[in-house]
């Protein structure tokens, strides 16, 4: 498999976690867990967007070869 091809299979997975997360947030009434949800679905933010980076200087990459 391809440096891209895990790279987008990583992202899909990020993306889906950040997605569960935000559900879960949003499910309960204890303030704790909802706060913990929170955070973790913004942290999957940040993976999200450092692995589009990678992506896209990887691409970047192909286009110089």
Same mark, same amino acid.
């Given at each position: #498999? $391809?440096?891209k091809k895990d790279l987008e299979k990583a992202l899909a997975a990020a993306e889906s976690a950040k997605g569960t997360y935000a559900t879960f947030a949003a499910a309960t009434d204890?303030? @704790?867990a909802q706060q #913990?949800?929170?955070? #973790?679905?913004?942290? #999957? &933010? *940040?993976? +999200?967007? @450092? +692995?589009n980076s *990678? +992506?896209?200087? $990887?691409? &970047? @990459? *192909?286009?110089?070869n």
């Open positions: #498999m $391809t440096v204890d303030q @704790n #913990m949800f929170q955070q #973790m679905s913004q942290d #999957m &933010e *940040r993976h +999200i967007a @450092n +692995i *990678r +992506i896209s200087s $990887t691409a &970047e @990459n *192909r286009l110089d």
